[in-house]
């Protein structure tokens, strides 16, 4: 089952593509050490996976790819 908050954020990202304009995403992860070492937060990204935590929570939304996420 998709998480509703990921959904909505995905729906986001598909909504500014359509538009052609850019879109900054807040994501939420579960955190096990909140300061990038354990590396529990991550979320694949179109440069690879970066901490939720470390790298983020603020994301563009074309960058994350969302069929992992959902
Ligand atoms: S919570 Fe440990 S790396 Fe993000």
New binding site residues.
Partial sequence: MADRAVSERHGLSVISKEFKCSAQISLE?H????????????VRTSSGYK????DGPVFLSDEIIWEEKE
């Avoid at 070492?37 to 991550?42: L, S």
């Avoid at 901490?51 to 470390?54: A, F, I």
């Fill in positions: 992860e955190m096990g050490c909140g300061i990038g070492a354990c590396m529990g937060c991550v901490r939720v935590c470390k």
